[in-house]
């Protein structure tokens, strides 16, 4: 487990890794992959140096907090609907603030490019009023989407660039 000063402020423990470290092992994790049933508990755990836990046979993942209000998480689990899928997120530690900058490297075009460069055709996922609210990639046998997110100033305009807030793999 992490741990905290006496401050309440975020302290890494020797096993935890860093934001920039979760997106690049999740490259690595996708690289590795052919399809959704090549991440075992034991391939996710040997790409993500980290310590899986097992639910059952389909739900196992890992969840770590980060400095800056941060938090990040892996998992694997079974939706009826969909079938198995892998999502990995950010996400701000209740009741916090926190900068999409504390988790922007790589940012959204870097890591987006990457699984480019792994064959992945790329695909924008518009909602309502045409808004942009996540890119896909696709190559035989395996999906990625990766959702955006933005610092923005009170103006609503973007305050930096834009950076991963989550990751599902189907």
Same mark, same amino acid.
């Given at each position: ?7 309440g402020e %975020?302290?890494p ?5 860093t934001?920039?470290q979760a ?7 996708i690289?590795?992959?052919?399809d959704?049933?090549d ?6 755990h040997?790409t ?11 739900? !196992?993942g !890992?969840?770590?907090r980060?400095?800056g209000?941060?938090?990040w998480?892996?998992q694997?689990q079974?939706i009826?609907?969909v079938?198995p ?16 900058a ?17 064959g992945?055709?790329r695909h ?10 996540y890119? %896909? ?9 990766? !959702?955006?997110i933005?610092?923005?100033t009170?103006s ?9 807030k ?5």
């Open positions: 487990m992490s741990n905290q000063a006496t401050s %975020y302290v423990n020797g096993s935890d890794i934001a920039k997106l690049q092992r999740m490259l690595e994790l690289r590795g992959s052919k959704i049933g991440i075992t508990p034991e391939y996710m040997k993500m140096g980290v310590e899986i836990k097992t639910v059952d046979k389909d739900e !196992y !890992y969840g770590q980060l400095a209000n941060w938090a998480n892996i694997h079974q009826d609907s079938g899928r892998v999502d990995f997120a950010f996400g701000a530690m209740p009741g916090t603030q926190a900068s999409p504390d988790i922007c490297e790589p940012d959204f075009a870097h890591f987006t490019g990457e699984l480019e460069g792994m992945f055709s924008s996922s518009r909602g309502e009023h045409n808004r942009w609210t890119d %896909y990639f696709e190559r035989p046998g395996l999906r990625v989407e990766v !959702y955006p933005t610092a923005m009170d609503g305009e973007p305050a930096g660039p834009t950076c991963v989550m990751i599902l793999v189907r």
